[in-house]
């Protein structure tokens, strides 16, 4: 191994002599596939220029039509370009040139200088490299094409002048990846925003790739792989460990049946709502980390949806038990529509069309998934209605008790007997909790304003106007008391009405308050 060894170094040396010899004479080997990169004065780079490779490759210096052409401006075969010419200080055939060709190998490792300048070591003849690209079968790498050098970069080997080579002492660090990084002057390598440096690559990485077991999202934010969750540093991603009760799904902790995720620990739902709304409510688990909330039997909601109390008591702060309307056997149901055309009406394929994706609109405003049946029936009672007062509405103002519904209850399964309530001046039965507590603060606002104090509840004539304010209930029309309402309303809040809101308010004023 050792006899080899000095064999190749004695080759090796050799080699860098700057003269003119046959290429059969001794190994090409140490330059056989070499890329050549040529200085470019204005971008103050190496940039490539062709390979010591197969003749019949576009790169190889020995394919007088590709680098190796006479005409073209970086080849080192034009004895007028920058390359070539006897003059130029960056000419592989000038015997004073500073700035001389440098050969790399596949390694990415400094090899020498291709020149006829002999005080540039080690240095390689030109004429040497062409005779053994003439007789070379390698092709050229590829990857090279795309690389630019700062500076000459440290070598595979390097002479020491006493009979051996030296491997390099320290590992240099190339900018050639030019797609997420980009070469300072300074000679070091930055990386594009998003990117690290990655030592073990020695090329610039995506941030979200740096540690094991993450990924970057489709909004482009770092995520730790599903069963996983980041340190506390947020420098890795490392196993989920989820609390008592609870399993993981993806890369969230879910809690098991009837248990609701707070503060890291599975609370049972009806402990959940024990702690905000106190002792007389129970819970259902309604998301991973929410509850619905209820008062418990003979106990009802106060104002501002704060404490469950109980009925009997008719306190001032108490809100009476809400009974079931009689409604009209009149209703049927919309999501059949023979039903629906039975109560005398004619089928509008073009008015369903319509509807249907202004529907679509409203459900994705509100943030409501709708089924197919649900989007249907709601499409059949917009188009035609579901009883005599709701088909006296007409398409339009039944769309708007739809989009009020959709906001303000909120639930996907309409319940239809609400509808035709809030369309006949009655208070709905099957109410949403968590919507009315979102509305509690703008809807007080203007009851105060209206009324000039809180809601009396045991008040028929306020109870009506307070569930009015909150589910846009509406009346029987009378253009008359509508009149009176907005005019009553610009006198009080000095603006005319513009949103649901509003025009509820404006129900109150010429409906219900007398």
Same mark, same amino acid.
């Given at each position: 191994?050792?006899?080899?060894?000095?064999?190749?170094?004695?080759?090796?040396?050799?080699?860098?002599?700057?003269?003119?010899?046959?290429?059969?004479?001794?190994?090409?080997?140490?330059?056989?596939?070499?890329?050549?990169?040529?200085?470019? /004065?204005?971008?103050?780079? =190496?940039?490539?220029?062709?390979?010591?490779?197969?003749?019949?490759? /576009?790169?190889?210096?020995?394919?007088?039509?590709? !680098?190796? $052409?006479?005409?073209?401006?970086?080849?080192?075969?034009?004895?007028?370009?920058?390359?070539?010419?006897?003059?130029?200080?960056?000419?592989?055939?000038?015997?004073?040139?500073?700035?001389?060709?440098?050969?790399?190998?596949?390694?990415?490792?400094?090899?020498?200088?291709?020149?006829?300048?002999?005080?540039?070591?080690?240095?390689?003849?030109? *004429?040497?490299?062409?005779?053994?690209?003439?007789?070379?079968?390698?092709?050229?790498?590829?990857?090279?094409?795309?690389?630019?050098?700062?500076?000459?970069?440290?070598?595979?080997? /390097?002479?020491?002048?006493?009979?051996?080579?030296?491997?390099?002492? !320290?590992?240099?660090?190339?900018?050639?990846?030019?797609?997420?990084?980009? %070469?300072?002057?300074?000679?070091?390598? =930055?990386?594009?925003?998003?990117?690290?440096?990655?030592?073990?690559?020695?090329?610039?990485?995506?941030?979200?790739?740096?540690?094991?077991?993450?990924?970057?999202?489709?909004?482009?934010?770092?995520?730790?792989?599903?069963?996983?969750?980041?340190?506390?540093?947020?420098?890795?991603?490392?196993?989920?460990?989820?609390?008592?009760?609870?399993?993981?799904?993806?890369?969230?902790?879910?809690?098991?049946?009837?248990?609701?995720?707070?503060?890291?620990?599975?609370?049972? %739902?009806?402990?959940?709502?024990?702690?905000?709304?106190?002792?007389?409510?129970?819970?259902?688990?309604?998301?991973?980390?929410?509850?619905?909330? *209820?008062?418990?039997?003979?106990?009802?909601?106060?104002?501002?949806?704060?404490?469950?109390?109980?009925?009997?008591?008719?306190?001032?702060?108490?809100?009476?038990?809400?009974?079931?309307?009689?409604?009209?056997?009149?209703?049927?149901?919309?999501?059949?529509?023979?039903?629906?055309?039975?109560?005398?009406?004619?089928?509008?394929?073009?008015?369903? /069309?319509?509807?249907?994706?202004?529907?679509?609109?409203?459900?994705?405003?509100?943030?409501?998934?709708?089924?197919?049946?649900?989007?249907?029936?709601?499409?059949?009672?917009?188009?035609?209605?579901?009883?005599?007062?709701?088909? %006296?509405?007409?398409?339009?103002?039944?769309?708007?008790?739809?989009?009020? =519904?959709?906001?303000?209850?909120?639930?996907?399964?309409?319940?239809?007997?609400?509808?035709?309530?809030?369309?006949?001046?009655?208070?709905?039965?099957?109410?949403?909790?968590?919507?009315?507590?979102?509305?509690?603060?703008? %809807?007080?606002?203007?009851?105060?304003?209206?009324?000039?104090?809180?809601?009396?509840?045991?008040?028929?004539?306020?109870?009506?106007?307070? $569930?009015?304010?909150?589910?846009?209930?509406?009346?029987?029309?009378?253009?008359?008391?509508?009149?009176?309402?907005?005019?009553?309303?610009?006198?009080?809040?000095?603006?005319?009405?513009?949103?649901?809101?509003?025009? !509820? !308010?404006?129900?109150?004023?010429?409906?219900?308050?007398?």
């Amino acid at each position: 191994m050792k006899k080899w060894f000095f064999v190749f170094c004695g080759i090796f040396l050799f080699l860098l002599v700057p003269v003119s010899v046959d290429a059969g004479s001794f190994d090409c080997f140490p330059i056989d596939g070499a890329s050549i990169f040529g200085w470019d /004065s204005w971008d103050d780079n =190496y940039q490539f220029i062709g390979s010591i490779s197969n003749k019949f490759g /576009s790169e190889s210096i020995g394919n007088q039509f590709g !680098a190796g $052409n006479k005409f073209s401006s970086d080849s080192i075969m034009n004895s007028f370009g920058d390359y070539g010419s006897k003059y130029g200080s960056a000419s592989a055939f000038n015997s004073l040139a500073t700035h001389s060709p440098i050969l790399i190998d596949k390694y990415d490792k400094f090899i020498g200088y291709l020149t006829t300048n002999q005080f540039k070591t080690p240095g390689i003849s030109p *004429y040497l490299a062409l005779s053994c690209a003439d007789s070379s079968f390698k092709s050229s790498i590829s990857k090279h094409e795309n690389y630019i050098f700062p500076f000459v970069p440290s070598g595979s080997n /390097s002479w020491n002048g006493s009979g051996s080579y030296n491997l390099p002492t !320290a590992p240099i660090v190339l900018c050639y990846d030019l797609v997420n990084g980009y %070469a300072g002057s300074d000679g070091t390598c =930055y990386c594009n925003n998003g990117f690290v440096w990655s030592e073990n690559e020695l090329k610039c990485i995506d941030k979200c790739l740096q540690y094991d077991n993450s990924h970057r999202g489709t909004d482009g934010g770092c995520y730790c792989d599903d069963g996983y969750q980041n340190n506390a540093d947020k420098t890795a991603c490392v196993p989920m460990e989820c609390p008592e009760a609870a399993r993981v799904v993806g890369n969230t902790c879910v809690c098991n049946g009837e248990f609701v995720l707070k503060d890291n620990v599975c609370k049972n %739902a009806t402990l959940d709502c024990s702690a905000t709304f106190g002792p007389n409510v129970y819970g259902k688990k309604k998301t991973n980390t929410t509850s619905d909330c *209820y008062c418990k039997d003979g106990y009802e909601w106060n104002v501002s949806s704060t404490r469950c109390f109980k009925t009997a008591e008719n306190s001032p702060d108490s809100v009476e038990v809400i009974s079931p309307s009689v409604l009209s056997k009149s209703i049927v149901d919309p999501a059949k529509l023979e039903e629906v055309l039975s109560q005398g009406l004619v089928r509008n394929e073009a008015e369903e /069309s319509k509807y249907s994706i202004l529907i679509e609109k409203d459900s994705k405003e509100f943030k409501i998934d709708l089924s197919t049946i649900n989007k249907g029936a709601i499409t059949n009672f917009v188009s035609y209605g579901i009883s005599n007062k709701t088909i %006296a509405l007409g398409a339009g103002e039944r769309r708007a008790v739809v989009r009020d =519904y959709l906001e303000t209850v909120g639930k996907e399964n309409v319940n239809w007997e609400d509808i035709e309530r809030m369309v006949n001046g009655e208070k709905i039965v099957d109410r949403n909790l968590e919507k009315e507590q979102a509305q509690v603060t703008a %809807a007080l606002k203007i009851f105060k304003k209206i009324f000039k104090h809180d809601p009396v509840f045991s008040n028929a004539e306020e109870d009506l106007g307070w $569930n009015t304010l909150l589910y846009r209930i509406r009346f029987p029309r009378d253009l008359e008391k509508e009149k009176e309402g907005i005019t009553k309303f610009k006198k009080i809040f000095w603006y005319s009405p513009k949103t649901p809101m509003d025009w !509820a !308010a404006v129900r109150v004023l010429g409906y219900v308050k007398q």
